[in-house]
């Protein structure tokens, strides 16, 4: 039995998560809360077990990406809410990939929410709660030296892999991966897919139905929050 790591000071909060030091200094430890926020801390709630159910989704979802060869910041599961982790220094860049028009997609080009997309498109959004997390452009990041061209060329054909991986995964579990978030991190000078993955940073819908199974039945008000997350983590853990 491998020894659990004790938690020593926490040293961030942010809106789902506590991380905490350990006495290795390569290592964090990430408390899942169950605080639910939307429009950059606007909306607030909470959506019970939650953190139990992004905990176990997140541990598969990385478990997977190991398997198909992308690096992450997962070590294992502690319990219910604990994760340990590498520690990161995270490229205050969010990457998301987008298979289907929605959300932000489809209001600011005023597409109708659903449409395919003939190919999957990667965004960059600048990590900042002041400004709302804007849309960037690479060459930002580039600009203003938040990350290198070497490491933006790693994030962005890592972010596609991650797409292939999970879209299969999800589709055969009957599940349409619409769109998602990425946080990438320097861990020893590699790049290592790192935050979490689960309904809160992902949009899922039902294939046949085309139910919302993640947090947009928060963000919208549409009732059966929980029952979604738990019906998430039923299916991929099939
Ligand atoms: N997303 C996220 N955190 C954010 C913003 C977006 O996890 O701060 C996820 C969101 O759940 C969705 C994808 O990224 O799966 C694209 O989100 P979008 O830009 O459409 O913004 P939203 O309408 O969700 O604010």
Same mark, same amino acid.
């Not at 520690?87 to 929605?102: C, D, F, G, S, Y």
């Not at 209001?107 to 990590?127: M, Q, S, T």
């Not at 349409?176 to 689960?198: A, N, P, S, T, Y």
């Given at each position: 039995?491998?020894?659990?790591?004790?938690?020593?000071?926490?040293?961030?909060?942010?809106?789902?998560?506590?991380?905490?030091?350990?006495?290795?200094?390569?290592?964090?430890?990430?408390?899942?809360?169950?605080?639910?926020?939307?429009?950059?801390?606007?909306?607030?709630?909470?959506?019970?077990?939650?953190?139990?159910?992004?905990?176990?989704?997140?541990?598969?979802?990385?478990?997977?990406?190991?398997?198909?060869?992308?690096?992450?910041?997962?070590?294992?599961?502690?319990?219910?809410?604990?994760?340990?982790?590498?520690?990161?220094?995270?490229?205050?860049?969010?990457?998301?990939? !987008?298979? %289907?028009?929605?959300?932000?997609?489809?209001?600011?080009? @005023? /597409?109708?929410? +659903?449409?395919? &997309?003939?190919?999957?498109?990667?965004?960059?959004?600048?990590?900042?709660?002041?400004?709302?997390?804007?849309?960037?452009?690479?060459?930002?990041?580039?600009?203003?030296?938040?990350?290198?061209?070497?490491?933006?060329?790693?994030?962005?054909?890592?972010?596609?892999?991650?797409?292939?991986?999970?879209?299969?995964?999800?589709?055969? !579990?009957? %599940?349409?991966?619409?769109?998602?978030?990425?946080?990438? @991190? /320097?861990?020893? +000078?590699?790049? &290592?897919?790192?935050?979490?993955?689960?309904?809160?940073?992902?949009?899922?819908?039902?294939?046949?139905?085309?139910?919302?199974?993640?947090?947009?039945?928060?963000?919208?008000?549409?009732?059966?929050?929980?029952?979604?997350?738990?019906?998430?983590?039923?299916?991929?853990?099939?």
């Amino acid at each position: 039995m491998e020894q659990t790591p004790t938690k020593l000071e926490m040293f961030y909060e942010g809106k789902a998560k506590k991380l905490y030091s350990t006495p290795d200094p390569d290592l964090v430890i990430a408390y899942f809360k169950d605080d639910a926020t939307a429009f950059n801390a606007k909306k607030r709630g909470t959506i019970e077990h939650k953190g139990v159910i992004n905990n176990q989704m997140s541990e598969l979802f990385f478990t997977l990406l190991e398997r198909s060869g992308i690096p992450t910041h997962f070590v294992r599961r502690l319990n219910d809410r604990d994760m340990l982790c590498k520690r990161l220094q995270i490229v205050p860049v969010e990457t998301v990939v !987008r298979n %289907v028009v929605a959300g932000s997609m489809a209001k600011r080009l @005023g /597409r109708e929410e +659903g449409e395919n &997309l003939p190919f999957p498109i990667v965004e960059y959004y600048y990590k900042s709660d002041p400004l709302d997390d804007p849309l960037i452009l690479p060459e930002h990041a580039l600009a203003f030296g938040w990350a290198t061209q070497e490491e933006l060329d790693q994030i962005k054909s890592m972010a596609l892999r991650v797409n292939e991986v999970l879209s299969r995964f999800l589709d055969e !579990r009957g %599940v349409l991966l619409v769109d998602f978030k990425l946080e990438f @991190g /320097r861990h020893h +000078g590699k790049i &290592l897919l790192g935050d979490e993955i689960c309904p809160d940073t992902c949009r899922f819908w039902d294939k046949a139905t085309r139910q919302k199974l993640d947090k947009d039945r928060f963000r919208r008000d549409l009732g059966g929050v929980e029952e979604a997350y738990q019906e998430m983590l039923r299916r991929v853990s099939n």
